[in-house]
């Protein structure tokens, strides 16, 4: 009975050692299984992060081309506006230099103004001729040949 006990002994720590073995198999499975939807999940977060990031700076970047475009037309508008103003007070400027330009030419070298009338075969011509404070008033009738 001795050796009987001692090959139950050794079936039974076999038995023992092939489920020890198989259980630890099963648990190497289980945790290497475990540990690959872990690892697919990490990459798949690292992706999402990713483009959360590239979206964050894509949006970042349209923000401060937005405010740059912004201030460049701001500052486009100003100069604008300053330019006008300068131009407007030029043009102001330029007017009153003119009427007074036209009034003293016009009293100083003096103008001519009149109108004349063509009657049958005679010219009538009224002009009026002013120089300064001076003005001179002339009508004269013309006669004109005519070949009949």
Same mark, same amino acid.
């Given at each position: 009975?001795? #050796?009987?006990?001692?090959?139950? #002994?050794?079936?039974?720590?076999?038995?023992?050692?092939?489920?020890?073995?198989?259980?630890?198999?099963?648990?190497?499975?289980?945790?290497?299984?475990?540990?690959?939807?872990?690892?697919?999940?990490?990459?798949?977060?690292?992706?999402?992060?990713?483009?959360?990031?590239?979206?964050?700076?894509?949006?970042?970047?349209?923000?401060?081309?937005?405010?740059?475009?912004?201030?460049?037309?701001?500052?486009?508008?100003?100069?604008?506006?300053?330019?006008?103003?300068?131009?407007?007070?030029?043009?102001?400027?330029?007017?009153?230099?003119?009427?007074?330009?036209?009034?003293? #030419?016009?009293?100083?070298?003096?103008?001519?103004?009149?109108?004349?009338?063509?009657?049958?075969?005679?010219?009538?011509?009224?002009?009026?001729? #002013?120089?300064?404070?001076?003005?001179?008033?002339?009508?004269?009738?013309?006669?004109?040949?005519?070949?009949?």
């Amino acid at each position: 009975m001795g #050796s009987e006990k001692v090959i139950i #002994s050794t079936e039974d720590t076999a038995a023992v050692f092939i489920q020890a073995w198989w259980r630890g198999t099963l648990v190497r499975r289980t945790l290497l299984h475990a540990s690959l939807r872990a690892w697919t999940i990490q990459l798949w977060w690292r992706q999402i992060r990713v483009k959360l990031m590239e979206n964050r700076r894509r949006n970042a970047l349209d923000f401060y081309a937005r405010k740059e475009w912004a201030v460049v037309t701001l500052q486009a508008w100003v100069r604008m506006w300053r330019i006008r103003t300068r131009y407007c007070r030029l043009l102001n400027a330029v007017r009153i230099i003119q009427v007074y330009w036209r009034w003293h #030419s016009c009293h100083t070298r003096g103008f001519i103004q009149g109108d004349y009338a063509l009657k049958e075969n005679q010219l009538n011509i009224q002009l009026e001729i #002013s120089l300064g404070s001076q003005a001179c008033k002339v009508q004269q009738h013309i006669p004109l040949p005519l070949k009949e």
